[in-house]
């Protein structure tokens, strides 16, 4: 059988998991062609221990014309590349869902993806139950939101971060408000509400609350979904971003397996 060709756009430290995952066999039915990243060293190291060619932009990645992407990189790396892959053939993973809260670019990538027969997978990077959260949404008009527990240095470079956060004894709530809110507020650090905005009820209408709490490491994100009759609580604590390297694997799986979960 032929084995299907993916690219790793991103040669960070969720990249090098993704790299790793298929060097160790868990993706053997792709081929790693090539890896694309900012840091020409790091990217040239990684593809040389993969055994794939070394690029050092988006477009060079497209030209070895992956069937796949997964994306580790960035934001601007999805808007960069995301329609001009779609349209190429190539289908993506994305991590960086932060990029699809601007309505107009989301809607664009929509119909290329729709055009040209590829499709994008939102990976669950540091949240899940994206299945159940849709369900919910289909069954009726939900209430959505989500509650994330930080540590405060962990908000430090954000508008929501004061230094009495790091001598503060008790919980400070330092956000409330929706996921368009929350966006516009922290554009590079809301992957996990848009995400959740995207699998239930839209940015304007998923809450969002963002807690400071004392000597906490990690976060911790915990997403509701309610109609009358049902309701779904997904909490997730994770001390590390590599879960989100391996949701791209799970995904990538996923995407050959004869059973999907």
Known sequence: MKKLK????????LGR???????????DEYELIGIAGRNPETTQALAAEMGCKACLSGDELLALKPDYIAEAASGAA??????????????LIVLS???FS???????????AAEHGTRV????????????????SLMGRAQAGIHTHKGPASLKGTPLFEEKLMTDAEETEVFAGNAKDAIALLPT???VAVATSLATTGPENTRVNITSVPGFVGDDHCITSEIDGVKAVVDIYSSTSAIAGWSVVA????????IVF
Request: charge should be positive; proline fraction near 1%; charged fraction near 15%.
């Open 78 to 91: 999805v808007r960069e590349i995301a329609v001009k892959a779609l349209s190429a053939g190539s289908s």
């Open 121 to 136: 997978y939102i990976a669950s990077g540091a949240v899940g139950g994206f299945d159940v959260l849709r369900t919910i």
């Open 251 to 258: 995904v990538l799986q996923n995407i050959v397996s004869p």
């Open 102 to 112: 601007d309505a107009a670019f989301y809607q664009e990538v929509r119909k290329a």
């Open 189 to 191: 650090k809301v992957n």
């Open 6 to 13: 993916l690219g790793i756009l991103g040669s960070g430290y």
């Open 97 to 99: 869902i932060g990029a």
């Open 17 to 27: 998991i993704i790299a790793g995952a298929w060097k160790n066999g868990l993706l």
